[in-house]
């Protein structure tokens, strides 16, 4: 572990990852644009609906959110699922009406490519009720394709505290830098402050996402 990432290397092998990256390229089509192009994803995530008042539209598309996923990298949104539940000892579902795991897409030419990420914490999807009690919530990412350098995850020691635009904290708060390899699966708490770094090279970076909070005895998922 390291500043409260969990790391689980080899999770798919680089075949696997190879032939689900492709998938998402294949999928080019059914990608949605997401902040003026600075990101895409296949199927629809949350927060990027929140952040601009596009709610109703993810809730309606939810099964086809899923089913673009399924017909392009098949499988995928179970095995998330079933990690998930095996890493955590415990039952998780699929959040009810809420879209399935995701694939986020940051291209080469893109904004975040050219100056990384934003600041933030996962907790959009946190009703009011497990924010205030602090339900245990946990992001899990798969790394699919990698960019050639860079594009890594930088996490601080800094928890949510109900900023939900945070302050760059400064040098004096410590940090960690991941650097992912092919077909790596990581685990860390929602309310973590991270940041994906800046990255080159001729490679789009793409990776496998899901959220999950504990609720009612299980823990629940969604994208």
Known sequence: MRAGIVRHPAFLSPEQSARLAAGVLRARRDWTPNFGGAQFTLGRAWYT???????????????ESD??????VPGLQ?????????????VVVRREGWCGPGVHIFTRSGVVARKGGDL???????????????????????MLQPPESGGGLRSWDRIYQGE??????????????????????????????????????????????LHVVEEGGQWEAWF
Not at 120 to 142: K, N
């Open 164 to 209: 939900d635009f945070p302050e760059n904290p400064g040098p004096r708060v410590a940090s960690a830098l991941l650097r992912y390899e092919v077909g790596e699966l990581i685990v860390f708490d929602s309310y973590r402050m991270h940041q994906i770094q800046p990255f080159g090279g001729e490679l789009d970076r793409i990776s496998a996402t």
């Open 120 to 142: 933030h914490f996962d907790t959009e999807g946190l009703a009011e009720a497990q924010l205030a009690r602090r339900a245990r919530a946990r992001s899990i990412v798969v």
């Open 78 to 90: 179970q095995v998330l699922i079933d990690a998930a539940a095996e890493l955590l000892g415990a």
């Open 67 to 72: 089913a673009v996923v399924e017909r392009w």
């Open 49 to 63: 609906h929140l952040e601009v008042d596009r709610e109703e539209e993810y809730f309606a598309r939810v099964r």
